[in-house]
T-cell receptor, first 115, second 114 residues
Framework: GAVVSQHPSWVICKSGTSVKIECRSL??????MFWYRQFPKQSLMLMAT?????????EQGVEKDKFLINHASLTLSTLTVTSAHPEDSSFYIC???????????FGQGTRLTVV | DQQVKQNSPSLSVQEGRISILNCDYT??????FLWYKKYPAEGPTFLIS?????DKNEDGRFTVFLNKSAKHLSLHIVPSQPGDSAVYFC?????????????FGQGTILTVHP
């Protein structure tokens, strides 16, 4: 299957700082990427949908000014957690697909810990 | 509102026996269902899927059954192997494929004992 690479796999940052997470589709062009968040022992919850060249669509309850999403190219989407707080500590996962595929492929996830 | 539910947080099975993981959904618009396997600190890995036009799909040791009238699906793993131990998520989509916004269940931790 297609490969989606997410970087970094884990990051620790101080409260108040910003963290950028990258999601790359390595062998296909991803017109759409999805960002999910998973709290411990809970489900994966969709945060936002990013389309190449346009603004992301955020799910209800997700602060768009806090979770900045950029999808500047067909192979890269970034999620920036701004002014991070300990409650933002979570596991963030991206998935990518294009309309030629019948499957969305997931990255390996990023464990964010805010101290 | 949990539209996809996995009511069993965990399941323990002996190696060689059958593992049955269950999933219920409430949204009638869902027409494509998937099962993912996930290890801690890793992204989900796709296992098997089923469209709402089918009631069964089989891939090797994995079979997914869909009962639309009951809004219920299940994943059967036969025979179970210790390497199957992981968290299993069911997911649903209203777009007819896995492409799009997936709604996940809470997951079931499967432990297969040697």
């Amino acid at each position: 299957g297609a490969v989606v690479s997410q970087h970094p796999s884990w990051v620790i940052c101080k409260s108040g700082t910003s963290v950028k997470i990258e999601c790359r589709s390595l062998d296909f062009q991803a017109t759409t990427m999805f960002w999910y968040r998973q709290f411990p022992k809970q489900s994966l919850m969709l945060m936002a949908t990013s389309n190449e060249g346009s603004k992301a669509t955020y799910e209800q309850g997700v602060e768009k000014d806090k979770f900045l999403i950029n999808h500047a190219s067909l192979t890269l989407s970034t999620l920036t957690v701004t002014s991070a707080h300990p409650e933002d500590s979570s596991f963030y996962i991206c998935s990518a697909g294009d309309r030629l595929n019948t499957e969305a492929f997931f990255g390996q996830g990023t464990r964010l810990t805010v101290v | 509102d949990q539209q996809v539910k996995q009511n069993s947080p965990s399941l323990s099975v002996q190696e060689g026996r059958i593992s049955i993981l269950n999933c219920d959904y409430t949204n009638s618009m869902f027409d494509y269902f998937l099962w993912y396997k996930k290890y801690p600190a890793e992204g989900p890995t796709f296992l098997i899927s089923i469209s709402s036009i089918k009631d069964k799909n089989e891939d090797g040791r994995f079979t997914v059954f869909l009962n639309k009238s009951a809004k219920h699906l299940s994943l059967h793993i036969v025979p179970s192997q210790p390497g199957d131990s992981a968290v299993y998520f069911c997911a649903a989509n209203a777009g007819g494929t896995s492409y799009g916004k997936l709604t996940f269940g809470q997951g079931t931790i499967l432990t297969v004992h040697p």
